[in-house]
């Protein structure tokens, strides 16, 4: 049996080159860490990459700006001329349907491109699938598969979405069909913060969504799907470096939102390092302005790929998955999320 996992990079990455690098020091950790077992796990690492989707419509975007006469007046050029326009322009245009749909097209050819690796014949039966996501491409992975808003009937003649959910299990059309997700790995992950979404009529915060952008009710299904074909919890850790801006927590938050029963997940927040001894002062108003330019430039956000505790976390998941399946039974009917 083969662990395919899949990793997805955050807005503002650009990288040379047909292959994608960012993921390598993690990707290397995790071979190392195989090599020490006494029976290796057959691994399939899938790096994939987007970043460069919608490099000429921010550059035209910037072109328009620099023609501008108060261009060479503002302050901090630098960083809006780069981290600040591809930080919030990659997020801007996956929103658009357009670019959107280029991301997933890109996604989708790159995932089953390294499916395939494996003797060219694709994943065999009892093979697993592990998601790494950082950022913004945990926005963008869950968006794509489980929300509303890619359903067939809202994306005309666009049927990658749905290509992409018949190939995991209890998403497609064929709930039976599919490699099984069993876990799940959020590096700085904002995803949290797009709850607020599902606000509505001030009577809490976990009613509904919009239906355009809801996610809950196909994600139960595939949780529920998952527990009833392996007979446990989907693992979903969620790192967070104390500097990193973007990175919230997700436990109490999923918990409430997905599986107030706690039946279906096992979720953790995990820190990747004590706060430092200064880290208090981070919090006043006094450094305020510059942690405001630090969210765009600092090296919280990105170190997650090159950090041993991540790398052991996400191994350990890995390792313990290939024995739990050798150890359960299927269960012969999902829990109920109703009850």
Known sequence: MTDHIIFIHGVNTRETG?????????????YRKNEALDNPLDLNMIPLYWGDVGKEDEAALLQSYQRSPLWKKMNFTG????????????????????????????????????????????????????????????????????????????TSDYQGVEQIREAIFGLGAQPGQGLPLCSIHTLGSPISIFSLIMIKNGNGIMESMPNTHDITPRLQQMLAALYTILGRKLSWRNYIHPDDPVAYPLEDLLYSMIDPQQLLLDINDILTQEPGLLDPLLNTQLVGEVAEIALFGGNAHNSYWTNELVASAIFETLHQTSQLDDQNAPMQQPPDLTA
Not at 18 to 30: E, N, R, S
Not at 123 to 147: E, K, Y
């Open 18 to 30: 047909v292959t994608p690098t960012y993921a390598d020091d993690l990707i290397k950790q995790l």
């Open 79 to 154: 960083i809006r001329s780069n981290q600040l326009l591809q930080f919030t322009g990659d997020l801007a245009l996956y929103i658009s349907r357009f670019d959107g749909i280029k991301v997933i097209e890109r996604l989708r050819l790159q995932a089953i491109a390294g499916l395939q690796q494996q003797g060219g014949t694709g994943p065999r039966p009892g093979d697993r699938l592990h998601l790494v996501t950082h950022s913004m491409g945990t926005i963008i992975l869950f968006d794509a598969l489980f929300s509303a808003r890619w359903d067939p009937a809202k």
